[in-house]
C-alpha cells in the first residue's frame, strides 16, 4: 500500500478545504470496507486520505413525521435495526441487513454504500487494461462478464451498480445533502444521483471530487415499500439482481397507485422501472399482475454474452417484491 498523510476533520467544512479539485490524489474514509481494499489492490492510491470519522452529526438518525434524516456516516447495523426506519422503510432496512455480514454492516455506511466504486473484477485488477483507469475499451463487454449489466444499450462500461441501498432510496422519494466548497450547499435526488462513468476522471455518482454527502433525506409518505434481492450466497456477497419497489395503498385488496420500481446491480447506475410500474400501477397487486409487472420490467434488455440468464432473474425478483409489499402469501418459502 502507497504511503499517505491522514487527515481528521471535526467539522464538514473542515473536511471539504482538505479536498482537492481532482479525483484521484485524495480519498475520503469512512467505514474503510471499500477504500482499504482498493488501496491494497493498488488500483486506488491516493496520497492524502481525510477521515470523516471524527465529524459530529454525519452518525445521526432523526425520524419525523414528514421525513427521516440520515447521517452519511450511519452505519448499514444502525439502519438496518432502527426500529422506525423499519417500520416506515423496509425496502431500505431489509436490504441494508443483508449486506455483507455483521462486521461489514458494523463498519460500512450509509455514503459508503451510495459512494462505492464497482465490483468489476477487470476494474479491481491493477494489470487489466480496464477503461476507467485509461485503457481503451471496457474488457468486460467481451470477456467475462456473467455478473454485469444486462441494460448495455449506449453504455461504453457494463459495470453493475453496486449499491444495495440505492433501490430503495430511490424508490421512496429520498434525496442527498452535499456540501462543497465556500459552503455551497445543493440537494440531489438520488435519482439523479447515480452516473454511468467512461473514464478515469468519472466516478459512478455525480459528487465532484470536492464535494462531500452529508445526509439522505427520506419523505414519510406512508408508501407500502418492500425490497427482494438474488445472490449466490446469503452472506458476504453482492445480489446479482435486486429491486425495490413502493406505491400508495396495494394492500388488502386495494389498487396499487403511484407505482415506483427500481431494479440495480442490472446496469451501470439504478433503472427506474417504468415500463413495469405501468403494468401494475392502479390495479390490485395479484400473482398476475405481479408477473406481468417483472415481464415489462426487462424491456430494452441487452444482455451479454455470459449473463442472459439475469433477465428471468429480474422477472422474478420484481414480482417477489410485489408480493411481499402487498401482503401476499411467499410462494417461494413454502
Avoid at 461489514?104 to 464497482?118: A, D, K
Avoid at 485503457?135 to 459495470?159: D, M, P, W
Avoid at 405481479?290 to 420490467?297: M, N, S
Wanted: aromatic residues 6%.
Amino acid at each position: 500500500m502507497k504511503n499517505f498523510t491522514y487527515f481528521r476533520p471535526t467539522t464538514p467544512e473542515q473536511a471539504v478545504t482538505l479536498l482537492e479539485a481532482r479525483w484521484g490524489n485524495t480519498e475520503m474514509l469512512a467505514g474503510g470496507t471499500d477504500l482499504l481494499s482498493l488501496q491494497k489492490q493498488y488500483v486506488a492510491q491516493p496520497g492524502r486520505v481525510v477521515s470523516l470519522n471524527g465529524i459530529a452529526g454525519l452518525q445521526t438518525v432523526v425520524v419525523g413525521e414528514r421525513s427521516a434524516t440520515l447521517g452519511a456516516g450511519v452505519t448499514l447495523a444502525r439502519i438496518a435495526d432502527h426500529a422506525d426506519l423499519r417500520r416506515l422503510f423496509p425496502a431500505l432496512t431489509a436490504a441494508a441487513g443483508d449486506i455483507g455480514g455483521p462486521q461489514i454492516r458494523n463498519m460500512g455506511t450509509l455514503g459508503g454504500n451510495l459512494c462505492q466504486r464497482n465490483r468489476c473484477w477487470y476494474f479491481r485488477d491493477e494489470h487489466s487494461p480496464c477503461l476507467l483507469r485509461g485503457g481503451q475499451r471496457c474488457s468486460a463487454i467481451e470477456g467475462e462478464n456473467k455478473y454485469h449489466a444486462i441494460f448495455t444499450a449506449n453504455h461504453r462500461c457494463v459495470l453493475a451498480s453496486p449499491s444495495t441501498l440505492a433501490t430503495g432510496l430511490i424508490a421512496l422519494g429520498a434525496s442527498a445533502e452535499i456540501l462543497g466548497p465556500q459552503n455551497r450547499r445543493r440537494t440531489v435526488e438520488l435519482a439523479k444521483f447515480f452516473f454511468a462513468p467512461t473514464g478515469p476522471t468519472e466516478r459512478e455518482h455525480t459528487l465532484a471530487a470536492n464535494e462531500l454527502m452529508t445526509s439522505v433525506t427520506i419523505p414519510v409518505r406512508g408508501l407500502t415499500n418492500a425490497a427482494y434481492e438474488v445472490r449466490q450466497r446469503q452472506s458476504s456477497d453482492w445480489p446479482i439482481v435486486q429491486v425495490a419497489v413502493a406505491f400508495s395503498g396495494g394492500r388488502n385488496g386495494e389498487k396499487a397507485t403511484g407505482v415506483k420500481i427500481v431494479l440495480s446491480h442490472v446496469a451501470p447506475t439504478p433503472v427506474i422501472a417504468e415500463a413495469a410500474a405501468r403494468a401494475v400501477d392502479n390495479r390490485i397487486i395479484t400473482d398476475a399482475t405481479a408477473t406481468a409487472a417483472g415481464r415489462a420490467a426487462v424491456e430494452g434488455a441487452k444482455p451479454l454474452t455470459q449473463n442472459g440468464y439475469k433477465v428471468r432473474l429480474v422477472e422474478v425478483a420484481v414480482k417477489r417484491a410485489l408480493m411481499i409489499a402487498a401482503g401476499l402469501p411467499r410462494y417461494w418459502e413454502a
